[in-house]
């Protein structure tokens, strides 16, 4: 998942960790949180129908539904 990508699924983290981030205006990456097994992944842009508001990075093999 991108910041910015239009968002219209979102998903369950089954196996691994990812880390999401979001980018400053001056180019600086801001981690916002480290995801594990059981936790979504982009239900916001499902919700308010906005654009992603972070990036999703695997830090290892994952797998994810």
């Given at each position: 998942m991108h910041e910015g990508q239009i968002g219209d699924e979102l998903m369950v983290l089954v196996a691994g960790r990812a880390k999401a981030t979001c980018t400053t205006v001056d180019g600086k990456e801001i981690v916002l949180a480290f995801l594990q097994p059981g936790d979504l992944l982009g239900e916001l842009s499902?919700?308010?129908?906005?654009?992603?508001?972070?990036?999703?990075?695997?830090?290892?093999?994952?797998?994810?539904?």
């Open positions: 499902v919700l308010d129908d906005r654009p992603r508001s972070s990036s999703v990075v695997a830090l290892e093999p994952v797998e994810a539904l």
